[in-house]
């Protein structure tokens, strides 16, 4: 025993002090096939080029193609893909430049200046040292003309739209770092409350940033971890930041299609479970959502799609169209395009223009496809870009100049996440019928430390317990075999540990219904 466990020291040891580099390979059409099949750790994927986490032994799976060494034993937190919308910017003076491919640069950042690059006409992207996930994404809906849905996409309301705008834009600075943004990120959640979400939780990711703000949608008949996404970030930034970033194309925008979709969709019912995200420290460098992407490949959420919004309500071409921003593998995101254009063309005027890539890393959705996720960016017409990008100029009636598109815009999302969570509309009945029938389900006491205890009727019952995030904590087994129809539930899960304070989910599912109540578990 103690042998093996000093021979399994020794190699730990080993494997901490052996060197790693971070390398730029050349690409092929084969794209990153070959990596995964010899276990390379792929970090970040550009169009001609991928760059590599590789070890002594590993050079000699990758010495068939190109290479270049760009950096011994890296560091986390040092390294930062950059795009330019400012071309005249000198980005030397803000790290070293490891390398460039068209418009991308790796930069080795300079910690003390970062922050001033930030504020620059750029886009970033933290490149962080964890190999992205290979997959080859999943199946997407069918395009469905369902009465339900276009109810749901005829509440949509410009002027509510544009009031979200308008409050977002009123917090003068949503700075990531910066204290409007944490009163923005109340804000957004408090709206996530009036509009009926089953949970709402901040999620902190980095430190001294506002956190990420989730609402949770809780699905009918999936209630756990297979949801939908509709996200946008909600900080900004300009060259007059931290003190004014009022960003209202960037990104109030995308975070107005959250909230519409939230208040749109509360009174209807979903077979899967929807999250509402508003991520923060995009600006950084896509903290936020590499954060929550990461979390969530890590505990095996399934995800049916992520429909990001950055930038969609400035418009300078009649007419504009929506750029649709899909990759072409690893995940495969084209059915998810194609599924969302014709939603798009089907329920709304919004045209439509597919952008099919194999790299885009700028934007919330990036950090779902390093993690294996099918998703989308929506984006306004790209070219010329919105001349207030990134400045104090970014406000209602400049950087964010028609608010019809933008609507048309969050129609076409609303009804492509309604679609792609199903509506749950024939079955509604038969719950409403188990309540005047009298209920299959009622707990005592439902706020406790340690006990609850669940009563049910109904033959062959399923009965498990979910947190607030939708994730299954404990199963009931073997009810049938229960002489008085009730089981106690100790605030322990399927493991027999203590779990956390918080609201949990009793859901009980029999041949005849599905019936979910709320506890509270407390210290
Ligand atoms: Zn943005």
Not at 30 to 56: C, G, K, M, Q
Not at 303 to 331: F, R, T
Not at 416 to 424: E, G, K, N, R
Request: proline content about 4%; hydrophobic content about 40%.
């Amino acid at each position: 025993m103690n042998k093996i466990l000093l021979l399994s020291l020794s190699v730990l040891c080993v494997a901490a002090f052996a060197d790693t580099y971070l390398v730029k390979a050349d690409l092929d059409a084969s794209r990153l096939d070959p990596f995964a099949r010899a276990n390379i750790a792929v970090i970040a994927e550009l169009e001609h080029t991928a760059i590599l986490l590789v070890n002594e032994e590993e050079f000699n799976l990758i010495s068939n193609r190109s290479f270049e060494v760009l950096d011994e034993n890296p560091s986390e937190g040092d390294y930062y893909l950059v795009r330019r919308v400012d071309e005249t910017l000198d980005l030397g003076l803000y790290g070293d430049i490891l390398f460039s491919e068209n418009m991308d640069y790796l930069l080795r950042i300079d910690h003390a200046v970062f922050e001033e690059l930030i504020k620059q006409k750029v886009m970033v992207k933290k490149l962080f040292l964890r190999p992205i996930v290979f997959s080859d994404g999943n199946p997407q809906p069918e395009m469905l003309i369902d009465p339900t849905v276009q109810e749901i996409v005829d509440l949509v309301n410009a002027d509510t739209v544009l009031s979200y705008v308008q409050r977002l834009q009123d917090f003068i600075s949503r700075y990531s770092t910066y204290d409007s943004c944490f009163a923005a990120a109340n804000y957004i959640a408090s709206k996530f409350n009036d509009y009926g979400c089953d949970s709402i939780f901040f999620q902190n990711h980095t430190s001294g940033h506002a956190p990420n703000v989730i609402g949770v949608k809780r699905g009918v008949i999936h209630p756990d971890s297979i949801y939908a996404v509709i996200c946008g970030h909600f900080d900004a930034t300009s060259y007059l930041a931290p003190e004014i970033a009022p960003g209202a194309d960037d990104n109030a925008s995308g975070t107005a299609s959250v909230l519409e979709a939230t208040r749109v969709m509360k009174d209807y019912e979903f077979e899967y479970s929807i999250r509402y995200i508003a991520f923060s420290g995009e600006e950084f460098g896509l903290y936020g959502s590499e954060y929550y992407a990461s979390m969530a490949c890590s505990q095996g959420d399934n995800i049916l799609g992520v429909l990001n919004g950055d930038m969609i309500a400035y418009v300078d071409a009649q007419p504009e169209s929506l750029e649709v921003i899909a990759k072409i593998s690893n995940p495969s995101c084209e059915p998810l395009a194609d599924y969302f254009i014709a939603v798009a063309d089907t329920y709304t005027t919004l045209l439509t223009n597919k952008r099919m890539v194999n790299s885009a890393p700028y934007s919330d959705h990036a950090p779902f496809w390093d993690n294996g996720y099918v998703a989308l960016c929506n984006i306004e017409d790209m070219w010329p870009v919105n001349p207030y990008y990134h400045t104090p100029g970014d406000t209602i009636g400049a950087g964010y100049n028609n608010n019809d598109f933008c609507t048309e815009v969050i129609k076409a999302e609303v009804a492509a996440l309604s679609i792609m969570a199903v509506p749950y509309t024939t079955s509604i009945d038969e719950v409403s019928n188990v309540k005047f029938a009298g209920s299959r389900l009622s707990i005592y006491p439902t706020v406790h430390g340690s006990q609850f205890t669940i009563v049910f009727n109904g033959h062959d019952p399923f009965i498990a317990i979910y947190n607030a995030t939708g994730h299954c904590v404990k199963q009931f087994n073997h009810l049938t075999d229960q002489p008085f129809n009730h089981v106690v539930w100790y605030g322990k899960d399927n493991f027999d540990q203590k779990l956390p304070t918080g609201v949990y989910f009793v859901r009980i599912e029999t041949n005849e219904a599905t019936q979910v109540e709320k506890v509270v578990l407390i210290k």
